[in-house]
């Protein structure tokens, strides 16, 4: 008899664990919704951005070698920032099918132009020394972070995947951070300069 009762007790309780386990698995319409490969537009997203992030690492790494005390400190934190965001990008982008993110192509002739005029002011950029340098450098993190914000604000209602909304609504904090460092450092910078001051590097295009 009491064989009989463990067994009905037994048999009775194990659709109900089965039962807890299926509430603890992910819904297949959930997982499937998370492992989403990414359209052909955010795809182009995650591939410019990744463009700013090495483009941001190299002008860091520059002010490490180029700039004051001050610039060469946020030097370090566009090279931090950006490598850490860029390795964060490149998993994401892994578990959405992209197993290496493409080159950012210009998709017209004159954003194709716009960016070989950025790489030349970036060239022109390293011929400065001291606080001519300081100053061009910071003018153009400004106004090149403060285009970026607006630009990827704009660009944000257009994505279709809701994991890369959330990752580039965690970016623009960091960009603005980067942009509001760079203007306080320019109010103590020299004013008094030679040179015309370079145009800002637009980021997005």
Do not use: C, W
Request: hydrophobic share 45%; proline share 5%; net charge neutral.
């Amino acid at each position: 008899m009491k064989l009989t009762s463990l067994a009905l007790i037994t048999a009775l309780a194990l659709p109900a664990l089965a039962t807890a386990d299926d509430m603890n698995k992910p819904a297949p319409a959930d997982k499937a919704k998370a492992t989403a490969k990414l359209v052909d537009e955010d795809v182009k997203l995650v591939a410019h951005i990744h463009h700013v992030n090495l483009m941001e690492i190299d002008m860091g790494k520059l002010a490490q070698k180029m700039g004051g005390d001050a610039v060469k400190k946020y030097g370090a934190a566009l090279v931090k920032d950006h490598t850490d965001g860029d390795k964060d990008l490149t998993a994401f982008a892994k578990t959405k099918g992209v197993a290496k993110i493409p080159a950012d192509v210009p998709p017209t002739e004159a954003a194709k132009k716009e960016m070989a005029d950025d790489m030349a002011k970036m060239a022109e950029l390293k011929k400065k020394k001291g606080a001519e340098f300081d100053r061009e450098f910071l003018m153009m993190m400004t106004a090149g972070h403060d285009k970026e914000l607006g630009k990827l604000t704009a660009a944000i209602p257009a994505i279709q995947d809701a994991d890369l909304t959330a990752k580039m609504k965690d970016l623009q904090p960091v960009l603005q951070r980067h942009a509001d460092t760079a203007r306080e450092l320019a109010k103590a910078a020299p004013t008094a300069s030679t040179q015309r001051p370079l145009e800002p590097i637009a980021i997005l295009k």
